[in-house]
């Protein structure tokens, strides 16, 4: 059945399950034929009595559960349609049941795997072997089975914890390395107040392979939940949803009103709702035993100090060496040991090495370095000191434009004063002199770039730009026009009478991007859209020319000068 469910279209998949409501349903063919096959939609629309189905889908489920049968996607389906309408009583009792079986190896027909579709064995007596791996480990191939995992960790008794945390010894790493998985274990850490057997079981496992963790997708989540809960920036919505998954009977209004943990991330937009643990333990306290008393956050900091560089410029590494470096959440790890200063440093020294061409990016010119260590300044004072007496002191001028240029600025936009006090001087000198613009010029800027009028006709033909673009390429190309005099000195050959000539090649993907999407005169766009094609196809070797896809900047590029369009309309007080 398993094996159909899994081939199933979605219309033949609401079929089989439909059918496991009701007697009705199995009775009248044509009352299944409806869109959505939640259980809760189907009891509305066709007018079901509630009590009945709950009567019906007991007798379905509670054999399923007396013989072990609970590996199946299916049945997990079913369960949680259940779980949706069952009571106290009967929702406690299901989730008791199941995890003994989670807990335990599950059996194997014939090396029958969840994640693909099984052969159908031939025989009618098929050999079956029992999985040294818990059946838990085996069900979070599937959102299904999370949600399985996650009804019975939230709603299940402290000794049922145990039971299930114990029962991860050794496959935590599997764990944390999969899609759902990864989730499972943030909600444990989360959630867990026996921090001890937490540490011994989950935590010590992880710790002897942080470096794989740290620079995967998803082995990540864990440690980034733990220093910062629920954020949306490393957490999708959906990811959000499945965290906060409960069983609605066994969540009372009084226990969601006074017990929950005020773990969302509001600033970055993220869930207000929040993971309900039945456990006493105040988060804080709980992180910090997890990440301190069992010495993870020293070997992450070492870690980190080992791999700067590369987590720097990496896109799943910054993530991990940013939340390491300011501490967590609102720095609740500040000042419980000092090996944090080295870690600074150690940032700090990475981004004071000189520019080279050998194809090295410099830690301000890397499209994720250059964010991350702007977030670290704006967020974390002491690192600010630290970056500023060993690589900015006295060269500001040297970084005052391209990417580089928002770290720089980032010491002006610091909320903390003595930050501002340190640059203020050496900054206001370059922005005085035309060299580094403030936030609020630029968005200025590029806002008059978009909104240039032309004064010729914009209604050309798609087909005419085109040729033209093309001709303009095949002039850069063969060498009739000249783009580049160095090894990162660029030159735009259709905009002589700038009063800069000299760009570096990210300077010059700026200047491309800008007046290729303005509304200036057609020819100048397509030149401009010619001379990107140039830069991206032809000159690869520049410095910087890696980091990021021209159409994935130019995205980005122009999507932030639209936020900041939308910004500057809503502040507008509308006429009377």
Sequence with gaps: VDCAFHQATPPQKRSLLLELYSTELQLF????????????????????????????????????????????????????????????????????????HLTQGSSVVDGDELSGVAEVPTKSKAKKKRSSEPLLIRIMQTREGLKIG??????????????????LKGQNMKLALGDYGCLFLACLLSIVDDTKLVTKVVIDELTKQLKELIFDKNGRRPLLQLFHPLCSRYLTPSDLVFLNYNVPSLVSKVNLDSKLDDVADKEHGGSEDTLVASDSK???????????????????????????????????GKDVLYEVAVGGKNSFLEGVTDRIHVLHNAIACDAARPRTDDGDEHAFDNYHSSRTIRRMILDCPAFAATLWKTALEGKCKLYADGFSSMVVGAYLESPDSMVKDLAKSELQLLIDGGILKPQEHKA?????????????????????????????????????????????????????????????????????????????????????????????????????????????????????????????????????
């Excluded at 010495?295 to 560089?309: A, S």
Aim: aromatic share 6%; hydrophobic share 35%; glycine share 4%.
């Design 29 to 100: 063919k044509d009352l299944t034929e409806q869109k959505s096959c939640s259980l809760l939609e189907t009891i509305s629309k066709l007018g079901l009595q509630k009590s009945s189905v709950l009567q019906y889908m007991t007798t379905v489920i509670q054999p399923l559960l007396e013989k072990g049968i609970v590996e199946y996607s299916i049945v997990h389906t079913v369960i949680l349609e259940y779980l949706t309408i069952a009571d106290k009583t009967s929702a406690s009792d299901v989730i008791r049941q199941l995890i003994p």
């Design 150 to 167: 996650l009804a019975c960790l939230k709603h299940g008794s402290a000794k049922d914890r145990k039971k299930i945390i114990k029962s």
């Design 282 to 316: 105040d988060l804080i306290k709980r992180q910090q035993e997890l990440l301190v008393k069992s010495e993870l956050y020293e070997v992450l900091i070492e870690t980190c100090i080992e791999n700067v560089g590369q987590l720097l410029r990496t896109n799943f």
């Design 444 to 576: 200025e800027e590029e806002k008059s770039a978009m909104e240039c009028s032309s004064d010729e006709s914009s209604e050309l033909s798609d087909t005419d730009t085109g040729y033209h673009a093309k001709k303009a390429y095949k002039d850069l190309k063969s060498g009739k026009l000249v783009a580049r005099f160095g090894t990162d000195r660029f030159r735009c050959p259709f905009c002589p009478e700038k009063k800069k000539l000299d760009y570096r090649y990210r300077e010059l993907v700026q200047h491309v991007i800008v007046m290729g999407a303005s509304k200036r005169p057609w020819k100048v766009r397509a030149n401009h859209r010619a001379l990107a094609k140039h830069l991206e196809t032809d000159h690869t070797d520049a410095p910087g020319s890696s980091s990021m896809p021209l159409r994935q900047a130019e995205a980005l590029y122009l999507s932030k000068i639209k936020r900041s369009q939308a910004g500057a309309r809503s502040t507008c007080k509308p006429g009377r």
